[in-house]
């Protein structure tokens, strides 16, 4: 009886939220075979984020290689990646390609390794070009739910821009041996006012809230990583990454290396994310990738992809190691 009640509790939780938020859409996965009752005896998650790089189709299939070879060099070292965060996922007759997440769920399993892939389409030109985020889980996906934050107007060159859409994603994943997690993945606007970022944030930070009110009776831990454009060596941004720290958030590259902006000289480039020296694709180094936490502890984080032959995009990764005990 106990858990028809939650389960009632629980659909009539997604049913509010669906009715009251019209922005919120919600989509169930396909498959959830794959194992990873590794995670409970190791103790611990290590989660991946990194930005693929719309606009380059050139060296699409060379750069998703690149993160293969990554992920299998972490899973024969046992460290496998357990949860992976990608943005600006891209497919379309440009990219020559459906989708480049399903590529990458694809390779890995092609060389044994499966994950469960949950996908959102954020922008499009119809018949030509698609772009979105996705959230890869070596464990269970209950469910995924997505929403659409403020747009914002977005230089793309000089004297030219649009308003794009942004729509961050949530996944509840399920972890043998520890219980459920809700694992946010985002992509904020890049090329625009600073307050258009911030209000942004705000609604993202109110998707979360909602989220973990309406539809759950107890406070599950959570993980939210992505491209937050934040740059903390920007005028303006601190306030920002403030609202993020206000409502209880780690971060934990900083918190893991005890810096700030961890891309300056005065505290050094190892936590640059961004155009990090030698980077084909990109100048200017900036640490604009984040994860978060919230509920757990971080255990290591280091930035990953920011040398040769392992160029993935004008973004390096983010890995960090979450403490589950």
Request: proline fraction near 4%.
């Amino acid at each position: 009886m106990k858990v028809i009640t939650k389960l009632k509790i629980y659909c009539m939780g997604l049913a509010v939220l669906l009715v009251f938020f019209p922005r919120v859409s919600l989509a169930w996965p396909f498959q959830n075979q794959h194992s990873c009752s590794d995670i409970s005896e190791r103790g611990y998650l290590n989660v991946l984020s990194v930005n693929l790089l719309y606009s380059e189709f050139r060296n699409r299939e060379t750069r998703l290689q690149n993160i293969v070879n990554f992920i299998v060099q972490q899973s024969e070292q046992g460290e496998p990646v357990d949860i992976i965060l990608l943005q600006e996922v891209v497919g379309g007759i440009l990219s020559g390609t459906q989708n480049s997440s399903y590529d990458l769920k694809e390779l890995l399993s092609e060389r044994g390794l499966e994950y469960n892939l949950q996908y959102v389409l954020v922008n499009r030109i119809p018949g030509v070009i698609t772009v979105g985020n996705a959230i890869l889980s070596r464990c269970k996906i209950i469910f995924t739910l997505a929403t659409t934050l403020p747009s914002a107007w977005e230089e793309l060159s000089e004297g030219f821009g649009i308003p794009l859409i942004r729509k961050p994603m949530m996944s509840r994943i399920k972890i043998p041996g520890f219980g459920k997690i809700d694992v946010y993945n985002t992509h904020l606007c890049a090329f625009c006012d600073p307050e258009d970022r911030l209000q942004q944030t705000q609604a993202l930070l109110e998707f979360i809230t909602n989220v973990e009110k309406i539809i759950w009776w107890s406070e599950d831990p959570i993980i939210l990583g992505g491209d937050f454009n934040i740059n903390l060596n920007t005028s303006g941004e601190d306030s920002t990454y403030d609202e993020m720290m206000d409502f209880g958030f780690i971060d934990t590259y900083s918190t893991a290396n005890g810096c700030y902006s961890c891309c300056s000289d005065e505290e050094g480039y190892l936590g640059c994310t961004y155009g990090v020296s030698g980077n084909p694709y990109a100048e200017e180094p900036a640490r604009i990738d984040y994860i978060f936490t919230k509920g757990l502890n971080v255990l290591s984080s280091k930035v990953v992809f920011h040398s040769d032959p392992y160029w993935v995009s004008d973004h390096s990764g983010l890995l960090s190691k979450i403490d589950l005990d």
